[in-house]
């Protein structure tokens, strides 16, 4: 997957994304904000931050936000969405997430909100965060996640490359983990939750043709009751009902 058509991918679905309702809101984001209840900070980064939801959240919590998206559609949803809110605090750059073009130890919170999966370069983005972030600055990683198990590893990360090919991958939490160890990251507090999903919009917000929609329809109908089980498939009201598992973490870069 070129960057380039995970771009096309995204501004051409940017609408669908800005109205959808997982991305809005869900436990994640209210996870995120209870983490950083008692906290504010000068200067907050938010990457990958698509239609601004996150960035939103966090103007809250910062003077300033620099919504950062590699997309340009995606962030004149953002800079629609600060129009529409009246939040002046959030400024919006383009550029991937491996590459944030802001100076060493100047920024106090990064965060990452179910975006993670689309990074080509994942570990240069940790490594990147260490990088923008002072000491004892902050990384907030949101993400859906893969479980350790080979076969439903396998298993989620082909249905979802199949229906959105800017899909990388879902990791497990044992890959993060490495990852943030490795860059002199220490985990303050991480908590596992749930993103809910509906098989038709699903497959809507990525442009899938009627055709394969139903090849994919076909893999949750065949799924093994093991992967049913993990992902909680059910079927329902003439839809499939799922979810994947999702991580919260807050991170502190080491003094």
Same mark, same amino acid.
């Given at each position: 997957?070129?960057?380039?058509?995970?771009?096309?991918?995204?501004?051409?679905? &940017?609408?669908?994304? &800005?109205?959808?309702?997982?991305?809005?809101?869900?436990?994640?984001?209210?996870?995120?904000?209870?983490?950083?209840?008692?906290?504010?900070?000068?200067?907050?980064?938010?990457?990958?931050?698509?239609?601004?939801?996150?960035?939103?959240?966090?103007?809250?919590?910062?003077?300033?936000?620099?919504?950062?998206?590699?997309?340009?559609?995606?962030?004149?949803?953002?800079? $629609?969405?600060?129009?529409?809110?009246?939040?002046?605090?959030? !400024? &919006?750059?383009?550029?991937?997430?491996?590459?944030?073009?802001?100076?060493?130890?100047?920024?106090?919170?990064?965060?990452?909100?179910? &975006?993670?999966?689309?990074?080509?370069?994942?570990?240069?983005?940790?490594?990147?965060?260490?990088?923008?972030?002072?000491?004892?600055?902050?990384?907030?990683?949101?993400?859906?996640?893969?479980?350790?198990?080979?076969?439903?590893?396998?298993?989620?990360?082909?249905?979802?490359?199949?229906?959105?090919?800017?899909?990388?991958?879902?990791?497990?939490?044992?890959?993060?983990?490495?990852?943030?160890?490795?860059?002199?990251?220490?985990?303050?507090?991480?908590?596992?939750?749930?993103?809910?999903?509906?098989?038709?919009?699903?497959?809507?917000?990525?442009?899938?043709?009627?055709?394969?929609?139903?090849?994919?329809?076909? $893999?949750?109908?065949?799924?093994?009751?093991?992967?049913?089980?993990?992902?909680?498939?059910? !079927?329902?009201?003439?839809?499939?009902?799922?979810?994947?598992?999702?991580?919260?973490?807050?991170?502190?870069?080491?003094?």
């Amino acid at each position: 997957m070129t960057r380039s058509k995970a771009q096309e991918i995204f501004g051409t679905n &940017a609408e669908a994304y &800005a109205q959808s309702s997982v991305h809005v809101r869900d436990d994640s984001l209210d996870i995120i904000e209870n983490m950083l209840s008692g906290h504010y900070f000068k200067t907050s980064v938010d990457v990958g931050t698509g239609a601004g939801f996150t960035a939103l959240s966090i103007s809250r919590f910062s003077q300033t936000v620099i919504a950062s998206d590699p997309t340009r559609p995606m962030l004149n949803q953002t800079i $629609k969405a600060c129009l529409y809110t009246n939040a002046t605090n959030i !400024f &919006a750059i383009q550029n991937v997430a491996e590459k944030i073009p802001l100076m060493s130890d100047s920024i106090e919170l990064v965060t990452c909100r179910k &975006a993670g999966h689309h990074f080509p370069e994942f570990s240069q983005y940790i490594k990147e965060c260490a990088r923008i972030l002072k000491p004892g600055g902050i990384m907030i990683l949101a993400d859906s996640i893969s479980p350790e198990d080979d076969h439903l590893d396998h298993w989620l990360n082909e249905i979802e490359e199949e229906r959105d090919p800017s899909h990388i991958r879902n990791r497990r939490i044992s890959e993060i983990n490495g990852l943030i160890n490795e860059y002199g990251f220490n985990t303050q507090t991480s908590q596992l939750t749930r993103i809910h999903l509906v098989f038709s919009s699903w497959v809507g917000r990525t442009g899938v043709s009627k055709t394969f929609s139903e090849y994919l329809q076909q $893999k949750f109908i065949k799924a093994s009751p093991e992967t049913q089980e993990a992902f909680q498939i059910t !079927f329902k009201d003439d839809d499939i009902h799922f979810s994947w598992p999702c991580v919260v973490m807050k991170c502190v870069k080491s003094v």
